[in-house]
């Protein structure tokens, strides 16, 4: 559904205009998994898939929410009512943006809004950032407040943290909001300093496939809540602010100091590798050698599969089947626990990559998988 369909269904459900329509789209994080809460480096790009959203201000603390692709009528909320936690549905993601740009001090009297998005929802691919990112950027623009994008994603990310309760990084609203086409975005999680690095695939000759494996994944699930304490454990017994502290050349050491906590000791070891890995990949695409970061990104999931172990079986197949076939590089991206891999290929391999995958899905029983090409694109801005 484009902008002028999803202003129209506004009208028909609200009868009026609305003052504008803005999008937000997913995206897909080449490398630099799960460092983004232990301060580290991430490097995702914004995805042409979005989410859309027509907007109108209201005075009366009334908040009107309408989804075209969940059933159900309008729901309405009173921003005076709004607490963490106190909703378990998907108008938890719009509310809570709304409650943290009130908390931070912005005066929000109220909203009516329409929501359509072709973001596949969960499979990894940040369907929840995207919606939260529109949102804000809205508000944002509608109320004038004069908020940067990385201060909007890190208001979206307290709305994710605190009100819905999932205890996400700051990369994937950051990605949304900050992402420039043709590029993947090179981000310090702690500090926030971005670069666009350019990622013209098509220009090389090559593709990045995305396979959403149908297997749905929560991050305010325990096993991510897990993980996360896992690492803040990590940097408690070596004494660093966050994973972010330990030098790569060091990693040998810190994990002998880590003594028998074998489980921290896997998660530190990936966190401080990955982050390396992040590194490595943006000096192959600085330096123009594009098809080398192949290995690197298989061996993100290798690391994520054995020392985080957050892949599954499906997510296994689509690497194993991929390389096998003739993939540069494969590997999960995303929180986990199901959703997506993705896939390096050179563009003339993509029909034999892609039937190879679905081949491999279909004698194990599985849940056909959703095969499409990631292109780098823009991110959030106002549509209309």
């Not at 329509?21 to 080449?30: E, M, T």
């Not at 909203?111 to 359509?116: E, G, K, N, P, Q």
């Not at 009100?163 to 950051?174: E, L, N």
Request: aromatic share 6%.
């Amino acid at each position: 559904m484009g902008a002028q369909q999803v202003a129209e269904r506004f009208a028909e459900l609200y009868g009026g205009e609305p003052e504008g329509v803005w999008a937000a789209p997913g995206r897909v994080n080449l490398i630099g998994e799960h460092t983004d809460y232990n301060d580290g480096f991430v490097m995702p790009f914004a995805l042409p898939h979005r989410t859309i959203a027509a907007l109108s201000r209201r005075t009366d603390g009334v908040l009107r929410l309408h989804s075209a692709d969940i059933e159900g009528g309008v729901a309405q909320l009173r921003l005076d009512a709004l607490a963490p936690q106190s909703d378990d549905d998907w108008t938890a993601y719009p509310a809570g943006v709304v409650w943290a740009l009130r908390e931070a001090g912005h005066e929000i009297t109220g909203a009516d809004v329409h929501l359509s998005s072709t973001v596949p929802t969960g499979a990894g691919l940040s369907s929840s950032a995207a919606l939260e990112v529109v949102i804000a950027l809205a508000l944002n623009d509608l109320y004038e407040l004069g908020l940067q994008r990385w201060q909007l994603a890190r208001l979206c990310q307290r709305a994710e943290n605190v009100y819905v309760g999932a205890p996400t990084g700051i990369m994937d609203q950051t990605a949304s909001a900050c992402c420039a086409q043709g590029h993947a975005l090179f981000l310090d999680t702690r500090d926030l300093s971005q670069q666009q690095i350019p990622f013209d695939l098509a220009a090389e000759g090559l593709r990045l496939l995305v396979v959403d494996t149908q297997v749905k994944h929560a991050h305010s699930g325990g096993e991510y809540g897990k993980r996360r304490a896992g690492c803040e454990k990590g940097a408690a017994l070596l004494g660093v602010d966050a994973l972010r502290d330990v030098a790569f050349a060091d990693l040998d050491a810190a994990l002998e100091r880590l003594g028998d906590e074998e489980e921290v000791r896997r998660l530190v070891r990936h966190i401080v590798t990955e982050n390396h890995r992040v590194e490595r990949v943006v000096a192959l695409l600085r330096a123009g050698d594009t098809r080398a970061i192949g290995p690197v990104l298989t061996e993100g999931h290798a690391s994520l599969r054995d020392d985080f172990r957050i892949s599954c079986p499906e997510l296994d197949l689509v690497v194993d089947t991929a390389l096998a076939a003739g993939a540069l590089g494969a590997r999960m991206t995303g929180g986990g626990f199901g959703g997506s891999a993705i896939v390096l290929t050179e563009a003339t391999e993509v029909d034999t990559l892609t039937k190879a995958v679905e081949a491999a899905f279909a004698a194990a029983d599985f849940t056909a998988p959703r095969v499409f090409e990631a292109v780098p694109s823009a991110g959030a801005r106002r549509l209309v």
